[in-house]
Nanobody
Framework: QVQLVESGGGLVQTGGSLRLSCEAS????????MAWFRQAPGKEREFVAS????????RVTDSVQGRFTISRDNANNTVYLQMNNLKAEDTAVYSC???????????????WGTGTQVTVSS
């Protein structure tokens, strides 16, 4: 049974930083591309970042470019999202996902975590 468990969320002031982690109970973690999505209250789920199986290829959405970085540790079955210079509009539930290729489309991903809340206060 595959499980993705996020951690690291919380309450932070504008301009602060958080690092989210997603630990996967997947037999061959390196066989999956990974991604982070977020969903704010009353809004649709939004792509944040994705990373290839090896970690060589990563992308982030334009609104977090220069502030967020995605990385992975295949030896420890974990993907990270480093978030710097946080803004109020980054407030959302952040979820990680595993799929066959790195993509901004949520339909690509077959496994999802339940999410961790990030709240940025101004």
């Amino acid at each position: 049974q595959v499980q993705l468990v996020e951690s690291g969320g919380g309450l932070v002031q504008t301009g602060g930083s958080l690092r989210l982690s997603c630990e996967a109970s997947i037999r061959v973690f390196s066989a999956y591309a990974m991604a982070w999505f977020r969903q704010a209250p009353g809004k649709e789920r939004e792509f944040v970042a994705s990373i290839s199986r090896s970690g060589d290829y990563a992308r982030v959405t334009d609104s977090v470019q220069g502030r967020f970085t995605i990385s992975r540790d295949n030896a420890n079955n974990t993907v990270y999202l480093q978030m710097n210079n946080l803004k109020a509009e980054d407030t959302a539930v952040y979820s990680c996902a595993a799929g066959s290729i790195p993509s901004p489309s949520p339909r690509i991903y077959v496994y999802w975590g339940t999410g961790t809340q990030v709240t940025v206060s101004s």
